[in-house]
């Protein structure tokens, strides 16, 4: 009796010994084959975020663009208050993003210049809308490309000739003769 207990103990011991090396040796082989894959998965979120990154100070660079275009459009309508508060908000947008390689000093120097600008009520605004348009100008030297062709904020839109007076005939309605008017009466 004592030999079957040591048999079976010895089995039991035999067993779980086999299930352990299994455990591991699975465990190994699973590491091992998607360890690879993980590094390719964390270098493409790396690679992500990257991008991400890079569009959302692309999107500051163009939302202070788009600011500096408002803000010329209020002061030719004379909104000063509107004009100011669109050149602050593109310094505000400025202040977030980050330049491109090589035009760091530029861009804090015109990322400075924009936040201590201050438009003022005035009959003459020729000169305060020149310099609005000259921060743009610079703004859109700093970007990296105009995006898919985009128009830049300092050049005006293509100037389209509104359309001549047409020349087209109007007609004329037909005027229907009564019934039997046109032929000849029997008599």
Known sequence: MFEKAKAVLLGAVVVIAVGAALYVGGYWYAN???S???QQLNAQVDAAQA??????????????RFALYQAAAQLDQ????????????AAGMLAGAVPGA?????????????????????????????R????GRRLDALLPANPEGAPS???????????GPTTTPTPTPAVEAPAGAGSPAPQ
Not at 78 to 89: D, I
Not at 117 to 130: G, H, M, P, W
Not at 154 to 161: I, K, M, N, Y
């Open 102 to 130: 090589g035009v760091a000093a530029d861009f804090e120097a015109l990322r400075d210049e924009l936040a201590g600008t201050n438009i003022q009520v005035a009959e003459d605004l020729e000169a305060q809308r020149a």
């Open 32 to 34: 091992r084959q998607f």
């Open 36 to 38: 690879g894959e993980k």
């Open 51 to 64: 991008q991400l990154s890079e569009l959302s100070s692309a999107n500051r660079l163009l939302r202070a």
């Open 132 to 135: 609005v348009l000259d921060f």
């Open 153 to 163: 904020v300092a050049s005006p839109a293509p100037a389209v000739a509104p359309p």
């Open 78 to 89: 004379r909104n000063f208050g509107s004009a100011n508060t669109h050149l602050h908000e």
